[in-house]
């Protein structure tokens, strides 16, 4: 690979790859190889283990769906737990719903959370200093083991499942979350973009089935999580609240007078009718 290009190493026989105009930081910090670049098209971008984790032209793909999804058909979501993320973007879609009163993120890597705030100011947009946030510094999975709390949304913005996130993709931590979740709370979770990983849905499926009594998948086309449309996971106790209505949410979304790029209440409905061959997959 040429410096000033970087290619992504996912996928064994198919890649993106990106110009570099300028490398702002590169570590091994740990826990993973970080990288942080200047690309003309992306902006800055984070790539860890050679995989692109984020980037300031398209991250707001998937931060608005990740958060405003379960916010919003939740309704008064209090207390939230965010696992990952270290990038602050999801942090930053959270905090902009009133009624959040707490917001815990379990980051495992602190250099992710430093490096995010030098050089990814617009994605946490002063987030990290919000006065409802808490951050942990420690495996996510070491976290929920350990917790006992009730939290209305639990959001796990993880890496794919090698390396430190391998274990936020295991039964025993869907377990763990269910059990620190508040009646009618959502867990939602990042899973793949099934065309090229169809194996994440599959195994998650199966997982989310012996534990919530609601759990579906939802899409969104992040046009760096190359291979079409990602799918993030759905589960819940509470089956009325992935059918909430377009009334409803249209209400909600007027009222927060949140402003997004990407979600609307009209996607957030569409975005839960999947292929079939992902339908199949999960078995449904
Ligand atoms: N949106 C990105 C995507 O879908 O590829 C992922 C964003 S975020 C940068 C992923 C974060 O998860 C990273 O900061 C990484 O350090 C963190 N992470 C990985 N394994 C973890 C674990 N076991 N506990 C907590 N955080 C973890």
């Excluded at 890597?109 to 705030?117: R, S």
């Excluded at 390396?163 to 867990?187: H, K, S």
């Excluded at 819940?236 to 909600?252: C, F, H, N, W």
Aim: some cysteine; hydrophobic content about 40%.
């Amino acid at each position: 690979m040429a410096r000033n290009e970087f290619a992504e190493t996912l996928y064994d026989s198919y890649g993106q790859h990106f110009a570099i105009d300028e490398v702002y930081f590169e570590s091994r910090t740990g826990h993973q190889h970080l990288l942080i670049f200047h690309n003309a098209k992306f902006g800055r971008v984070m790539a860890l283990d050679g995989v692109v984790q984020t980037t300031e032209r398209d991250e707001f793909y998937y931060h608005e769906m990740m958060a405003h999804v379960p916010l919003f058909a939740h309704g008064q979501p209090r207390r939230v737990l965010i696992i990952g993320g270290g990038d602050g973007g999801l942090l930053r879609e959270v905090v902009k719903h009133r009624s959040v009163e707490h917001v815990t993120k379990v980051e495992i890597d602190a250099a992710v959370v430093d490096m995010a705030k030098t050089w990814f100011p617009d994605h946490s947009q002063g987030a990290f200093d919000d006065p409802r946030f808490h951050l942990v510094i420690a495996d996510g999975a070491e976290f929920v083991r350990r917790a006992n709390e009730a939290y209305d949304v639990i959001m796990i913005d993880s890496t794919d499942p090698i390396g430190p996130g391998e274990v936020l993709f295991t039964n025993d931590f869907y377990r763990q979350c269910e059990r620190n979740l508040a009646p009618g709370g959502i867990m939602v979770t990042q899973n793949g973009v099934p065309f090229m990983q169809l194996d994440e849905v599959r195994k998650t499926s199966r997982a989310f089935r012996d534990l919530f009594a609601d759990w579906h998948f939802y899409g969104v086309a992040v046009p760096t999580y190359i291979g079409g449309m990602m799918t993030l996971g759905w589960a819940t106790q509470d089956a009325g609240l992935r059918g909430q209505s377009l009334e409803v949410l249209e209400e909600r979304f007027k009222t927060a007078a949140i402003a997004t790029r990407y979600y609307t209440p009209a996607i957030h409905r569409g975005a839960f009718a999947l292929p079939r061959f992902v339908e199949e997959a999960i078995g449904k």
